[in-house]
């Protein structure tokens, strides 16, 4: 069964700094292209960065510049570093695959974590 634990979000002020990650088996690092996706109150889920197997990264151009994906697949995590933070950022931040698909199945999502960005 496919499990995606997100984790490291929290209340931070603008310009601060979080570093989110992602746990889920090795297999699926190895496997698939990932990526980090968010959902702000009252919108849709939105594609904020993702990694190939290759390690080639593509980021919304809305984080562009401000945040950094990467994969430790030895240690089957990933991560999100989010720097100079804004207001627009404030969201529940999940890992899934790119597209959404594990073993030809939609892959559930995880619970997430929150980061809000509030002075």
């Known amino acids: 069964q496919v499990q995606l634990v997100e984790s490291g979000g929290d209340l931070v002020q603008p310009g601060g700094s979080l570093r989110l990650s992602c746990t889920a088996s090795?297999?699926?690092?190895?496997?698939?292209?990932m990526a980090w996706y968010r959902q702000a109150p009252g919108k849709e889920r939105e594609l904020v960065a993702r990694?190939?197997?290759?390690?080639?990264?593509r980021y919304a151009d809305s984080v562009k510049g401000r945040f950094t994906i990467s994969r430790d697949v030895t240690g089957n995590t990933m991560y999100l570093r989010l720097n100079n933070l804004k207001p627009e950022d404030t969201a529940v931040y999940y890992c899934?695959?790119?597209?959404?698909?594990?073993?030809?199945?939609?892959?559930?999502w995880g619970q997430g974590t929150q980061v809000t960005v509030s002075s």
């Open positions: 899934n695959a790119d597209p959404p698909m594990i073993g030809g199945r939609a892959s559930p």
């Open positions: 090795r297999i699926i690092f190895m496997t698939y292209t």
């Open positions: 990694i190939t197997r290759n390690d080639l990264t």
